[in-house]
T-cell receptor, first 116, second 110 residues
Framework: EDQVTQSPEALRLQEGESSSLNCSYTVSGLRGLFWYRQDPGKGPEFLFTLYSAGEEKEKERLKATLTKKESFLHITAPKPEDSATYLCAVRISYFNSGGSNYKLTFGKGTLLTVNP | DVKVTQSSRYLVKRTGEKVFLECVQDMDHENMFWYRQDPGLGLRLIYFSYDVKMKEKGDIPEGYSVSREKKERFSLILESASTNQTSMYLC?????????FGPGTRLTVT
């Protein structure tokens, strides 16, 4: 069964204290891994796409990396406004009567709190 | 910018009512999705559609149906709402690759 596991479930940091969030997966037919940020009461906001092991993407204080079994979201010198739930999702391809298609399987997320 | 809108941010319905949740995207995306999000359970896929009038069951389709008559609009229908369908409902659209989400509808069934 395809699985996506995020750790830790919750993380508290002091402003400026760098850390990493983990997303490990056991899937067949991986066709991409995505990171999202979700603020309370809102829809997830897309951050990054990673397609192959060794790939890295950066945006401001965030950097996402990918290996064959997991992805990391590194947060450098975080600020209180980085507080949110961070979700990862893996894109899995499959075949049906309509041909080739895909869906996303999400992890349960990491709740990040950055204290001033 | 991709824009996905949902018909209501908050909705309160009674048990047994028929409920319609609507989602509209303005980017001509072929694929559209409906999820529900519950504490401790994460995002779970209810139904999705990869073309007009096409639909596929996700992981938890029971008690729901969908309609996609036009490319930009994807509706989720709760045929007879029950209290265990109280949840945050999220719609997403996608060309290929990442999905773009709407703001969500917080549905309470009493």
């Amino acid at each position: 069964e395809d699985q996506v596991t995020q750790s830790p479930e919750a993380l508290r940091l002091q402003e400026g204290e760098s850390s990493s969030l983990n997303c490990s997966y056991t899937v067949s037919g991986l066709r991409g891994l995505f990171w999202y940020r979700q603020d309370p009461g809102k829809g997830p906001e897309f951050l990054f796409t990673l397609y192959s092991a060794g790939e890295e993407k950066e945006k401001e204080r965030l950097k996402a990396t990918l290996t064959k079994k997991e992805s990391f979201l590194h947060i450098t010198a975080p600020k209180p406004e980085d507080s949110a739930t961070y979700l990862c999702a893996v894109r899995i391809s499959y075949f049906n009567s309509g041909g080739s298609n895909y869906k996303l399987t999400f992890g349960k997320g990491t709740l990040l709190t950055v204290n001033p | 910018d991709v824009k996905v809108t949902q018909s209501s941010r908050y909705l309160v319905k009674r048990t047994g009512e028929k409920v319609f949740l609507e989602c509209v995207q303005d980017m001509d995306h072929e694929n559209m999705f409906w999820y529900r999000q519950d504490p401790g359970l994460g995002l779970r896929l209810i139904y999705f559609s990869y073309d007009v009038k096409m639909k596929e069951k996700g992981d938890i389709p029971e008690g729901y149906s969908v309609s996609r008559e036009k490319k930009e609009r994807f509706s989720l229908i709760l045929e007879s709402a029950s209290t265990n369908q109280t949840s945050m409902y999220l719609c997403a659209s996608s060309p290929t690759g990442p999905q773009y989400f709407g703001p969500g509808t917080r549905l309470t069934v009493t």
